[in-house]
């Protein structure tokens, strides 16, 4: 059973264009909710991340929507540059009580290629 | 200096042999995984560990035996490899309280 799903699987976007990546979640207890990127031969990273009482962040380029009511979120990369060409993970996470430790269930990534 | 590291980057190695993936962080991390990452690019938590005291065991076969000898450290044994366990293995760290979780750049096993 997959906890969140993410589409599209795939993105091609022109520079300068805005790509935008969905996310839906099904667990209500989730309550974080980050977006990872990942250049390949490389580990994931952490880009941007959001807390379920709010409706929007943004970190330069990059903006995170979040609707609690249809627990969806979404990622918009603003004036996107070849260089944002990567796979985007979206993910969520609940904290294991008393153990301070993190599960991150994550979407099945898309792949955004940015062209010149 | 890399915060997460793990080794080896590459192994190849023939079905049904035993081999082991070691990972460490000089961050100062408590919280330590091990995910899985398939072909189609998947990521699946296997095992968390929480200053040195198994917290998370997906369902994962009983071959993959992590090991932690302390909190910087927690290495990834996998006896009788299948063709199945083809991926890419990170291991990650965190703080207890903290939501982020760092990567190292995985460690790519192909199993023939």
């Known amino acids: 059973q997959q906890q969140v799903k993410q589409s599209p699987q795939s993105l091609i976007v022109q520079k300068g264009g805005i790509p935008i990546i969905n996310c839906a979640y099904e667990?209500?207890?989730?309550?974080?909710f980050p977006w990872y990127q990942q250049f390949p031969g490389k580990g994931p990273a952490l880009l941007i991340a959001?807390?379920?009482?709010?409706s929007e962040k943004k970190e330069g380029r990059f903006t995170i929507s979040f609707n609690k009511s249809a627990k969806q979120f979404s990622l918009h990369i603003m004036d996107s540059q070849p260089g944002d060409s990567a796979t985007y993970f979206c993910?969520?996470?609940?904290?294991?009580?008393?153990?301070?430790?993190?599960?991150?269930?994550f979407g099945k990534g898309t792949k955004l290629s940015v062209i010149p | 200096d890399t915060a997460v590291s793990q080794t080896p980057k590459y192994l190849v190695t023939q079905m049904g042999n035993d081999k082991s993936i070691k990972c460490e962080q000089n961050?100062?991390?408590?919280?330590m995984y091990w995910y899985k990452q398939d072909s189609k690019k998947f990521l699946k938590i296997m095992f968390s560990?929480?200053?040195?005291?198994?917290?998370i065991n997906e369902t994962v076969p009983n071959r993959f035996s992590p090991k932690s000898p302390d909190k910087a450290h927690l290495n990834l044994h996998i006896n009788s490899l299948e063709l199945g366990d083809s991926a890419v293995y990170f291991c990650?760290?965190?703080?207890?309280?903290?939501?982020?979780?760092?990567f190292g750049e995985g460690s790519w096993l192909t199993v023939v």
């Open positions: 959001i807390r379920p009482d709010v």
């Open positions: 560990y929480n200053n040195k005291e198994l917290i």
């Open positions: 993910a969520a996470s609940i904290e294991n009580s008393g153990a301070g430790s993190y599960q991150l269930t």
């Open positions: 990650a760290s965190s703080r207890p309280s903290g939501n982020t979780i760092y």
């Open positions: 667990n209500t207890a989730f309550d974080y």
């Open positions: 961050l100062g991390h408590d919280t």
